[in-house]
Nanobody, 123 residues
Framework: QVQLVESGGGLVQAGGSLRLSCAASGRTFSDSTMGWFRQAPGKEREFVAG????????AYTDSVKGRFTISRDNAKNTVYLQMDSLNPEDTAVYYC????????????????WGQGTQVVVSS
């Protein structure tokens, strides 16, 4: 079992920044691949970013490349999502998720999920 708890969401103006955190406990976190996903109202949950268990590989969806950065600190069992240059289209509930294997984008490939943290970007 892995428990994931997201934090750091909130209300921010367009152009601003937020840093999301996902704290993990339970099964070994340091060998897990981690992903950040988001779900906007009326839309399907989508992949945002992923990071390998070493942190050496990352992946991003095209709409956030150059603005978001995923990172992890295995000593703290935490994965982060630094979000810069936010725009209203980034408004969504953001989830972190864990799997064992390569970085993939499909939600059905991730085993454990957090409860989500709301991000609202005002124009």
């Amino acid at each position: 079992q892995v428990q994931l708890v997201e934090s750091g969401g909130g209300l921010v103006q367009a152009g601003g920044s937020l840093r999301l955190s996902c704290a993990a406990s339970g099964r070994t976190f340091s060998d897990s691949t981690m992903g950040w996903f988001r779900q906007a109202p009326g839309k399907e949950r989508e992949f945002v970013a992923g990071i390998s268990w070493t942190g050496g590989r990352t992946a991003y969806t095209d709409s956030v490349k150059g603005r978001f950065t995923i990172s992890r600190d295995n000593a703290k069992n935490t994965v982060y999502l630094q979000m810069d240059s936010l725009n209203p289209e980034d408004t969504a509930v953001y989830y972190c998720a864990a799997r064992w294997g390569t970085i993939v984008t499909g939600t059905d490939r991730y085993v454990y999920w957090g409860q989500g943290t709301q991000v609202v970007v005002s124009s």
